[in-house]
């Protein structure tokens, strides 16, 4: 039996340590790959630069950081308040019976390939765009819209896990002192369930900025600083799909130097989630 034991901890380790070793073997390689052309460009030329022009040796990508900021700030106005909206639907406001029907529905939108997403938006929400607003419809309202609904899961579930998490003596608590059931959920359970939808929030927008197929998709890719909603955009995850099939020398060089940027943003906002999350765990 130990050694029964020993063999099953031993492969606990291997699988652990595969998988840093994995993350560490990324990492080294996107910097060594990325970072000449940031040391020779410079930091703030290529982070703050406006023209990406690579056969003419210019490598800014402030456009595409923009682009990444603005469609993942669009994707949270327009999914955060329906995902929590359903959180505490089918935490709250619901039986069981129901919860167990809808929940399957949520966890199916995490299944859907997000080229489905992609070809979604490019046959029904882009000409909707464009016939109803003008432009293109290749913008960043539609690659909003549609991050809005592929981060959903994401909001709803760790939302939803937060609100059912909150001690039941705190929901007692507030009814038996006269407040209605509304009261509350907006008075006690979603404050003392906060540290949780901010977690899940920050992990949606993880997910959205690091979403590729549906934004290239719909985008339009354009690599110039937007100025509307309608303009259209492109990201630091569609910049890297695009141009490396056919990018060499500075040029891919300059592609990998995204991922970097792109790779630090993710990894931030990964432990901000994180912080939070721990905090959750000891609060309770």
């Known amino acids: 039996m130990p050694k029964k034991k020993s063999a099953i901890e031993m492969v606990l380790f291997v699988a652990a340590a595969i998988s ?13 790959e990325g970072f000449a052309i940031i040391k020779e460009y410079g930091l703030w030329n290529f982070i703050l630069g406006r023209k990406w022009a690579p056969l003419s040796g210019k490598f800014g990508i402030f456009p595409m950081i923009l682009g990444s900021v603005y469609v993942t700030l669009g994707a949270i106005i327009i999914g955060v308040p329906i995902g929590v909206a359903t959180a505490i639907f089918l935490g709250e406001l619901v039986s069981e019976k129901i919860s167990r029907f809808v929940r399957p529905f949520v966890e199916l939108l995490a299944g859907i390939p997000s080229v489905i997403y992609g070809f979604y938006g490019l046959v029904v929400v882009v000409p909707l765009i464009r016939k109803y607003l003008g432009g293109s419809g ?41 407040a209605t059931h509304w009261q509350t959920i907006k008075g006690v359970i979603l404050p003392a369930a906060k540290s949780g939808i901010i977690a899940s929030i920050i992990l949606g927008m993880g997910r959205a900025i690091g979403e590729t197929m549906a934004v290239i998709m719909v985008a339009g890719n354009s690599p110039k600083v937007p100025n509307s909603i309608l303009d259209q955009v492109r990201t630091l995850t569609g910049n890297i799909a695009i141009e490396m099939g056919y990018a060499s020398g500075k040029h891919a060089q300059a592609l990998f130097a995204t991922g970097i940027v792109l790779f630090v943003i993710i990894m931030i906002l990964n432990t901000i989630a994180n912080v939070i999350a721990r905090r959750v765990g000891e609060e309770k």
């Not at 840093?20 to 060594?32: D, P, R």
């Not at 981060?151 to 007692?172: A, G, H, Q």
């Open 20 to 32: 840093v070793v994995s993350v560490l073997l990324i990492t080294i390689f996107i910097f060594k």
């Open 138 to 178: 290749f913008s960043i309202l539609a690659s909003s819209i549609i991050l809005g609904i592929m981060i959903l899961p994401t909001i709803i579930n760790i939302s939803e896990v937060s609100i059912r998490s909150v001690p039941r003596e705190y929901k007692e608590g507030s009814l038996a002192l006269g």
